[in-house]
């Protein structure tokens, strides 16, 4: 089975703190994403990643940004925190065309 | 631009009650169309893949049917662990990431 771990389930960080989300895949996918959910926006993608060191926008980059220093693992990294950011964050991997997501980490920015 | 709608957003059942979800789609170029099952604070199960118009795919009392604009989840004789998000998404030929509808919430009462 696949494996995509997320460091946290919940966090709390306050507004202007610089956040970092990890995600681990354990099946040696080269595609690896990340994607926000909020009630009634559905699942929008942030940054995705198809090789070690490279990445790509996604639809809502802004305030954002990722790390992908080893296939296994990619990061995202909140700037400068703002309670608009507050969210759930899920990360998924992918070799071919199924994603297979992490437990997501809901991020609230007081 | 690709687009998912996901229809209806919400849809209660009894157990044993038999019905379908849509997922409508535009993409220039389906590579695939994904369904995901999400439970509440988690992330999204993969479900099913189909690639091409006419196929079908079941799994328990899941059955998913695509045709060139819209695929369908039937839910046959239902029970409340069937009680759910589902996310239905879709691969282009051109792009990396899948495109997600915003799901349709699915309550089965005993």
């Known amino acids: 089975d696949v494996k995509v771990t997320q460091s946290s389930r919940y966090l709390v960080k306050r507004t202007g703190e610089k956040v970092f989300l990890e995600c681990v895949q354990d099946?040696?996918?080269?595609?690896m994403f990340w994607y926000r959910q909020d009630p009634g926006l559905g699942l929008r993608l942030i940054y995705f990643?198809?090789?070690?060191?490279?990445?790509e926008k996604g639809d809502i980059p802004e305030g954002y940004s990722v790390s992908r220093e080893k296939k296994e693992r990619f990061s995202l990294i909140l700037e400068s925190a703002s309670t608009n950011q507050t969210s759930m964050y899920l990360c998924a991997s992918r070799l071919r065309w199924e994603a297979f997501f992490g437990q997501g980490t809901r991020l609230t920015v007081v | 631009e690709d687009q998912v709608t996901q229809s209806p957003e919400a849809l209660r059942l009894q157990e044993g009650e038999s019905s379908s979800l849509n997922c409508s789609y535009t993409v220039s170029g389906l590579r695939g169309l994904f369904w995901y099952r999400q439970d509440p604070g988690k992330g999204p199960e993969f479900l099913f893949t189909?690639?091409?118009a006419g196929e079908e795919k079941e799994k328990e009392r899941l059955k998913a049917t695509l045709t060139k604009k819209e695929s369908f989840l039937h839910i046959t004789a239902p029970k409340p662990e069937d009680s759910a998000t589902y996310l239905c998404a879709v691969q282009a030929d051109s792009g990396y990431a899948l495109n997600f509808g915003k799901g349709t919430s699915l309550l089965v009462t005993p």
């Open positions: 189909l690639y091409s």
């Open positions: 990643s198809y090789d070690v060191k490279m990445k």
């Open positions: 099946m040696d996918h080269e595609n």
